[in-house]
């Protein structure tokens, strides 16, 4: 099982960034696959997810800006991002629990204000 993301980078505030998460060794509509993210001293923080039936969840903190979507045909799970705010800075991960925990090896987020 490996995850790999891309798709990161440097934003000014109100920008939009889309990460990608292409995942090999298991299909994404077999197991859910989370997007986290975790700040400069902070803990790592759920982001969405995608659950294998489809259905989507999101933090609190993200809802109405940020949209999980996947092509299964290419395996890839997407997170599109939009009006990015300085606090959405950090370092995103892919996470599934396949049999045990697999992370990727994340992609930087930095939003400037």
């Known amino acids: 099982v490996q995850l790999v993301e891309s798709g990161g980078g440097l934003v000014q505030a109100g920008g939009s960034l889309r990460l990608s998460c292409a995942a090999s060794?298991?299909?994404?509509?077999?197991?859910?696959v989370a997007w986290f993210r975790q700040a400069p001293g902070k803990e790592r923080e759920g982001v969405s997810c995608?659950?294998?039936?489809?259905?989507?969840h999101y933090a609190d903190s993200v809802k109405g800006r940020f949209t999980v979507s996947r092509d299964i045909g290419k395996n890839t799970q997407y997170l599109q991002m939009n009006s990015l705010k300085p606090e959405d800075t950090g370092k995103y991960f892919c996470?599934?629990?396949?049999?045990?925990?697999?992370w990727g090896q994340g992609t930087q987020v930095t939003v400037s204000s």
């Open positions: 060794g298991f299909s994404l509509d077999a197991y859910c």
């Open positions: 996470y599934t629990a396949y049999g045990r925990d697999y």
């Open positions: 995608i659950t294998p039936g489809g259905t989507t």
